[in-house]
């Protein structure tokens, strides 16, 4: 399963948003309706899966489920083995 697929599962339940609505475009807050404690527990989520840190700074900046797909990608092959 592609990273964007697992992102797209993880959204789908942490939210209970309907898994077809869900595109690389969707925002968290203005589409989902995530708030500020949403989004840390689906960032520690993301973490656990991926098993990866994303810093404070750097989820602040992930807005839309693109972007935390992106994120995951680049800190997956910039991990060391």
Known sequence: MSVEQRVIDI???HFAYDKEKI???TTFIEEIGA???DIVEF???LEEEFD???PDDQAEKIKTV???VDYIDTAI???PQ
């Open 52 to 54: 990866i840190q994303i």
């Open 23 to 25: 595109t690389r475009n």
């Open 66 to 68: 693109g972007e935390a």
């Open 35 to 37: 708030d500020s404690l």
């Open 77 to 79: 092959k910039n991990k």
């Open 43 to 45: 960032v520690m989520e």
């Open 11 to 13: 959204v789908s339940e």
